[in-house]
């Protein structure tokens, strides 16, 4: 997907348009992890999501 493509999500009766926007390139090799934070059993729902950007700074086994 490009830059600027949109991602349209049908849900719970709304429909949902995002836009794709890149992160910025890095001279370096990175890890982006992106995962759900907060669970509520109750309602069955996260609360937030938490990303986090890590930077390589290590091979082992080459």
Same mark, same amino acid.
């Given at each position: 997907? %490009?830059?600027g493509g949109q991602i349209i999500i049908h ?10 926007r890149a992160l910025p390139h890095e001279d370096?090799?990175? %890890? ?22 890590? @930077?390589?700074?290590? @091979?082992?086994?080459?």
């Amino acid at each position: 997907m %490009l830059h600027g493509g949109q991602i349209i999500i049908h849900a719970w009766g709304q429909k949902h348009v995002y836009e794709v926007r890149a992160l910025p390139h890095e001279d370096y090799d990175v %890890l982006t992890l992106i995962t759900c934070q907060g669970f509520d059993e109750s309602s069955g729902e996260y609360g937030w999501r938490l990303a986090v950007r890590a @930077v390589l700074i290590d @091979v082992e086994g080459q």
